[in-house]
């Protein structure tokens, strides 16, 4: 924290730049058209133009007018319309100060953000510059350093003017006018004159100083504003045109955003008073050598030397933070993973292993912070007292020159040392190590701007008729990250190392080169493809056999290595695992553009979505989660589909878009959607369900990122080769299944169930849904309203207590802390007895004459050298520098070691409460909110609140020692003191309830613009294809500029503070020098210095102070924050009930009852189970199906007990699971989601987080899923890395080792949420055969979403409303035509056949 000022404000909900599309009247389309074209003309007007000389410093000149009046029409003052006068004194805002103390703001009565400071004309400026300095330096030498200097130069040199002014008016109020006031004091001879004269000099020039201070604060703060949101934009700008983010982690990127982009602002504000430091230092040599002699630069060059201890100090902080800042990344990293994959880490409980791997690297972040915060507190509790210091050497060796001192003397010095210089030191400091930090933020955000864009050249096609088409093209993807790199070489070292003696120097250079080529990876080779106008292109293959490469390649998303690729029209783009945004559904399908009636609810047919959005609470409005947590995996993939849909292009791009839905709704999007609505369009269309390929006009076979087979249908099917085989195996394999399933012996009749419904026929053979679309309604019904994210508990009002109370007992308790303030009090009380004892040696004199006032006729004559105690107290005052080194010192220690256990402390417990938080905390808060309290708020509560409290607690002992001096001095001084503390009192009060407010406004505007940079990386692939980078561009830049517009606001509320208290201050001066003269005659000169010396001293400290303690109020609001979350977050699992321990080997045979079970998804939401009763046998298969809503997924969520139940109980080999550890229920059940998650790692690690299996029995788990012969292909084979998310692997290959992950495990119920989706057909069978064989003695329960799938199982059970419908053999339920599922089945056949 630096000497002055907080650089940040509160939180506001980020806004939209895309316009809410969300009425179909024309008149809101021709309010958006409205607010567009505005939005364009500001644009235009406010839009960078280099090389216009003097006239772009056109506006800032504006500024110097004295007096401008508020334009009309501006309802709010903004700094553009400010004069001089209004900018200097800040009273511009004083308005929306008193408004915000009486009534409160909120966002929307702030002053625009000045178009000057946005993110778009800002982003011009910086990129121009950058561009310059690539293109002259090269990618080798670049410098952002260096642009950001060129960008911001000029208002960095008129800062230094007016600053250095501000450091000469303090020069002349210490070291002239108070010299000659105190001079007065000291002589008989002057009138009141000529010491009013020098009052009011002293005054004038304290009030100045004061002024142009607060004016360069202001200029700095712009400055800063401009640069973080240059930098952020830019990066931003640079992110969305990449294809993948390289070497770089989410994590990363969000702490470039949040952390990174703060030390820039921090960099610019105090970076440039640096200059304080050499300034003072010349001018304090010269001040010695002018009053004192020679012998006295001992002191200067005592505090000259501490100059280069504190650049090392920095530097070796600077390089502490480096190191910490890479380990916070992973930390951030880990934390993302944690929360994307949630859900499998609860159904796994695995919340033990990824809390340890976290606490571990917060372990290893915890030593480097203890080590840069010992280091930042020893420097903060030494710079206040080198000064004295240096001031006590300077005198103690002019007097062993033999030479006397005065008050005249001593105290203006001491004043130059203890305010000039001791604020210049500290800002030096802190100046020194925001620079060096802020070089490293600038060397991270470099590396990502000269990442490749990897947009490959794409020209027309020379035949008109080709829409598509790659000639004789190789495509590359990058092969691993850093941390994957790391890893490779170390294991390359290794095994280098293992084969020492087999192999010569050569070869091992050999084997590095390769690795280090090695960072690109083939992924298709000699491809030779080409789509015609209109056609509708099949894609088939087996899993890898790069399908959804093919794809990418074709939009020109990978690298090209040789060949080109070539395309005629517009684009869009299915992927594999729909990409949806955090909007309503409706924005979601329009996604930026303009609301056509008809086109969209064209949109909607095709894509089989009308009933899901009738049974949604608020239609087309429901607002869709992050990530579409709120809708299924059917639901989603149609959503997407809707949109590509309405975009209306001419080349459509689908990657297995019908896998996550079940037979009869494919059916209908594919004969309404893909053959109906986009007939005439170019659709190049990836699946594996053979019964979609024959009515392809072309069809392409991949194999091994290779295509090997190319046709017709039946031209395929005549070669009889690998797409042959294919079709024929997968046919026979359907035909044995149906025939398997009517051989069935006659099962017993239909099991009654009490609660099952009457048929509904509209409602279940409707193609208007798939059968795994439950999850959407139940999540919906959560909240019962539409909206589903809960809106954040916006705390108001001062910081409650028990906010201060949880910190203090995490750093200790109520004891330490008073030790800690103790030790302060001690070592702010020396430096204080140091000057005081320093008056009593002057006033005592020669020791013979200690009356009042012959000082200048025997000035010779009282020579301190001639007291007869002299070396008493000279002793006594020599011994105070021991004291004061040791008590900083003491005091550094115990403070770091509060603040630190308070921070660790507080960390751990977070993230231990929120890991255990059931499943709808996680549904119903946004990422990004997380995110932002293990990033940011994290950052707080480590760095820059223990630096906030260690000025703090030292300033106050400061104020309240100097108050004491002066009242002790000047008992008169107790009267003007209460008014102006009352004043003081008034001021900060405002001060306090504005900072608050717009501190929280700041915060809040900042987590939204994390989960949209989460969100924008993750979709990357679909915003490039539907070339919607300008938009999602400019929705940044909005965002970003009402953050900078809270942020900017608070800064400046700090200035609005500071000038008021400090011309207080100014007023507590005059009023001393004024005392001093009336009483002059009856006050000792030397106590009359005194007085002056801590009078100043205040003028420095009181509003620094006042703001400080503001600052650390507002710093606490993160500590408010997350203490918020620690009192309000309930654990998962029913408390109230007793733990039992079930049977050892528990469950045995693993039966399944489940008797009268209700369950909601909270308190108020409605039942989605309704008294639910059946019962699963030890080894069943159970096959469950439904329509939308029906309550399969509930099943699963009671089961695992991810929602408690509200009535009923389930029992697992007759034991009640909901009377057990969650832990050790859900480490006994396993489950296969629809949708794979792989974690950050190894094939191994994902495969066996625990380290508990061989690697026999995990090659053996692999060879089972068809995976062993890819594994083994994988440079590293187990320990082949596997990206974010499993980014490196398909869809397919995912799935599959999920299936291997199952097996590994052994557990005796398995969950299946149609594990093989994403597979292709020949490995599908091949995979459920193994499932048949190697769980043959499982209770399975698998949710169906195509029906063939479950009818060669034990049993089905047939869900509706929450309710069951049927449940009995396939072939029982067949053979009455009027069941719900032989309905199901004969309509899935029709489509087929169809």
Not at 246 to 271: C, E, H, L, P
Not at 533 to 553: E, P, T
Not at 691 to 705: K, R, T
Not at 1217 to 1231: C, F, M, P
């Amino acid at each position: 924290m630096g000497p002055n000022g907080n650089r940040a404000g509160e939180e506001t909900e980020g806004q939209d730049a895309i316009e809410h599309l969300q009425d179909h009247e024309s008149k809101n389309t021709e309010i958006v058209e409205k607010n567009l074209n505005l939005q364009s003309i500001d644009q235009h007007l406010f839009k960078h133009v280099s090389g216009r000389g003097l006239e772009r410093y056109k506006n800032a000149a504006k500024n110097l007018i004295p007096i401008r009046r508020k334009k009309k029409g501006e309802k709010v003052r903004s700094i553009d319309s400010a004069g001089l006068f209004s900018i200097i004194s800040y009273s511009w805002v004083s308005k929306l100060m008193y408004k915000a103390y009486s009534k409160g703001i909120s966002i929307n009565e702030l002053p625009d953000v000045s178009p000057y400071d946005t993110c778009t004309h800002n982003t011009e400026r910086l990129e121009l510059l950058w561009n310059q300095e690539l293109t002259k330096m090269g990618p080798e030498k670049v410098s952002l350093g260096r642009v950001a200097w060129r960008f911001c130069r000029t208002r960095i040199l008129f800062f230094s003017i007016v600053y250095t002014g501000s450091l000469i008016c303090g020069f002349a109020t210490s070291t002239l006018f108070m010299r000659k006031l105190i001079e007065y004091v000291q002589s008989e001879r002057r009138s009141y004159t000529e010491g009013l004269k020098w009052a009011f000099l002293l005054t004038a020039t304290e009030f100045s100083r004061a002024l142009l201070l607060h004016w360069a604060w202001g200029l700095s703060y712009r400055t800063a504003l401009r640069l973080r949101s240059a930098c952020c934009a830019l990066l931003f700008k640079k992110i969305i045109r990449l294809n993948y983010l390289g070497d770089k982690s989410i994590g990363q990127v969000i702490n470039m955003f949040s952390n990174d982009s703060q030390r820039i602002y921090d960099a610019i504000v105090f970076g440039p008073m640096i200059i304080a430091g050499p300034i003072t230092t010349v001018w304090g040599v010269c001040y010695i050598l002018w009053v004192f002699s020679p012998m006295a630069l001992l002191g200067m060059i005592t505090f000259l030397l501490f100059y280069p201890v504190q650049y090392a100090i920095s530097y070796y902080t600077g390089y502490l933070r480096s190191k910490s800042v890479n380990i916070s990344d992973f930390r951030v990293r880990l934390t993302n993973e944690i929360l994307e994959c949630i859900k499998l880490i609860k159904m796994y409980a695995w919340e033990k292993r990824f809390s340890q791997d976290l606490l571990d690297v917060r372990k290893k972040e915890q030593t480097l912070l203890l080590k840069t915060a010992c280091l930042q507190c020893l420097s903060i509790c030494t710079v206040p007292t080198i000064p004295v210091i240096s001031a006590i050497i300077s005198f103690l060796a002019h007097i062993a020159a033999g030479n006397n001192i005065t008050a005249a003397q001593v105290f203006p010095y001491i004043t130059l040392l203890d305010s000039r210089l001791r604020s210049s030191l500290t800002t030096f400091e802190y100046g020194v190590e925001c620079v060096i930090t802020t070089g490293i933020s600038f060397n991270r955000i470099k590396s990502v701007l000269l990442l490749e864009d990897g947009r490959i050249l794409i020209s027309k096609p020379i035949l008109k008729s080709q829409a598509v088409a790659i000639n004789h093209g190789t495509f590359a993807c990058n092969a691993f990250d850093a941390e994957r790199e790391r890893r490779s070489h170390v294991a390359e070292k290794e095994r280098q190392n293992d084969l020492k003696d087999s192999r010569d120097k050569s070869e091992n250079e050999k084997l590095s080169t390769l690795l280090h080529d090695a960072r690109y990876i083939d992924v298709l080779s000699d491809i030779t493809f080409e789509a015609t106008k209109g056609k509708l292109i099949g894609i088939c293959g087996h899993v890898g056999s790069g399908k959804s490469s093919l794809l990418l390649a074709a939009l020109g998303q990978l690298r090209i290595v040789e060949g080109q690729v070539m395309r005629d029209g517009s684009c869009a783009y299915v992927s594999q695992q729909a990409w949806i945004i955090n909007a309503t559904l409706q924005e979601n399908i329009l996604f930026g553009a303009q609301f056509d009636h008809s086109r969209y609810f064209k949109a909607i047919y095709a894509s089989n979505l009308s009933q899901d959005i009738a049974e949604m609470p608020g239609g087309d409005q429901t607002e869709i989660g992050e990530k579409g947590v709120n809708l299924s995996g059917g639901q989603k993939q149609r959503v997407a589909l809707a949109r590509a849909l309405y975009a209306d292009r001419d080349i459509y791009f689908l990657d297995d878009p019908l896998s996550a839905v079940d037979t009869r709704v494919g059916a209908h999007i594919f004969h309404k959607l893909i053959r109906g609505a986009l007939k005439g369009k170019t659709v190049l269309f990836v699946t594996h369900q053979v019964q979609y390929l024959n009515h392809c006009d072309d069809i392409y076979m991949m194999h091994d990122g290779r295509i090997i087979e190319h046709g017709t249908h039946d031209e395929l099917m005549k070669l009889g080769n690998e797409y042959a085989l294919m079709v024929t195996a997968i046919s026979a394999n359907d035909e044995t299944d149906f025939a398997m399933s009517m051989d069935e012996k006659i099962g017993p009749n239909l099991q009654s169930v009490d609660n099952s419904l009457p048929d509904k026929e509209n409602e279940v053979s409707s193609p208007g849904t798939d059968t795994n679309t439950d999850t959407a309604t139940e999540n919906d019904e959560i909240l019962g309203t539409p909206v589903l994210t809960i809106a954040e508990d916006l705390q108001k009002g001062t910081i409650k207590v028990d906010t201060y109370h949880s910190y203090i007992m995490a750093a200790g308790g109520y004891f330490f802390s008073c030790i800690v303030i103790l030790t302060f009090a001690i070592s702010v009380g020396s430096s204080a007895f140091s000057s005081w004892w320093l008056a009593l040696w002057i006033k005592a004199g020669n020791g013979l004459n200690t009356t009042a006032m012959h000082y200048n006729a025997t000035t010779e004559l009282n020579n301190i050298n001639d007291n007869p105690d002299f070396w008493y107290y000279q002793a006594v005052y020599s011994s105070t520098i021991g004291l004061m080194l040791f008590t900083s010192l003491l005091r550094s220690l115990v403070l770091t070691r509060a603040t630190l256990k308070a921070s660790t402390t507080i960390h751990n417990d977070l993230f231990q409460k929120i890991i255990q938080c059931p499943m709808r905390f996680f549904d119903t808060t946004p990422t990004g909110r997380i995110q932002h309290l293990f990033s940011r708020d994290m950052d707080e509560v480590d760095n820059k609140l223990p630096i906030s409290l260690t000025s703090l607690m030292q300033n106050l002992f400061v104020i309240f020692f100097a108050i004491l001096v002066i009242c002790l001095v000047l008992p008169w001084f107790i009267l003007p003191v209460c008014i102006l503390a009352i004043v003081y009192y008034f001021v900060s009060k405002v001060f306090r309830v504005a900072a608050r407010d717009l501190k929280r406004m700041e915060n809040k505007s900042r987590a939204p613009i994390i989960s949209y940079v989460t969100a924008t990386v993750q979709g990357l692939s679909t915003i490039h294809a539907f070339e919607k980078e300008t938009e999602f561009l400019t929705k940044f830049n909005c965002m970003f500029d009402e953050n900078s517009q809270c942020m900017f606001m608070c800064s400046i509320a700090m200035r609005w503070l500071a000038v008021r208290v400090d011309c207080l201050s100014a007023t507590v001066i005059a009023i001393t020098a004024f005392l001093v003269i009336t009483l002059q005659g009856e006050l000792p000169p030397a106590l009359a210095g005194l007085a002056l010396s801590y009078a100043a001293h205040i003028s420095g400290v009181f509003q620094y102070t006042i703001r400080l303690a503001s600052e650390t109020e507002v710093k606490f609001i993160s500590v408010e924050r997350i203490n918020h979350y620690l009192r309000t977050l309930v654990g998962e699992g029913n408390i109230s009930q007793r733990i039992l321990q079930p049977p050892s080997g528990w469950p045995v045979a693993a039966s399944i009852k489940f008797q009268n079970v209700s369950m909601a998804y909270g308190e108020e939401a409605p039942i989605i189970l309704k008294n639910v009763s059946f019962n699963v046998d030890a080894g069943e298969k159970i096959g469950i199906v439904g329509r939308t809503g029906s309550g399969k997924s509930s099943l699963t969520a009671a089961l695992f007990r991810l929602v408690e139940l509200t009535e009923g109980k389930i029992e697992i080999d007759n034991v009640n699971i909901s009377e057990i550890n969650l832990g050790q229920l859900r480490t006994k059940l396993s489950i296969i989601p629809q949708d794979p998650i792989l974690f950050n790692g190894s094939i191994r690690s994902n495969l066996d987080p625990f380290k508990r299996y061989t690697d026999s029995e995990i090659w053996l788990a692999l060879e089972k899923t068809k995976l062993k012969n890819r594994v083994q292909s994988i440079n590293g084979h187990l320990d082949a890395s596997v990206g974010y998310g499993g980014d490196n692997l398909s869809v397919g290959e995912r799935q599959l080792l999920c299936l291997s992950r199952a097996l590994l495990r052994e557990s005796k119920i398995l969950v299946m949420d149609e594990a093989t989706a994403a597979v292709d057909p020949e490995t599908e069978i091949a995979v459920q055969t193994t499932i048949q064989q190697e769980f043959s003695f499982c209770t399975i329960l698998i949710i169906a979403h195509r029906l063939q799938t479950v009818l060669l199982l034990d049993r089905v059970l047939v869900m509706n409303s929450g309710k069951i419908l049927e449940f009995d053999k396939p072939y029982n339920l067949l053979k009455d035509p009027n069941s719900e599922f032989s309905k199901m089945i004969a309509g899935a056949n029709t489509v087929e056949n169809k």
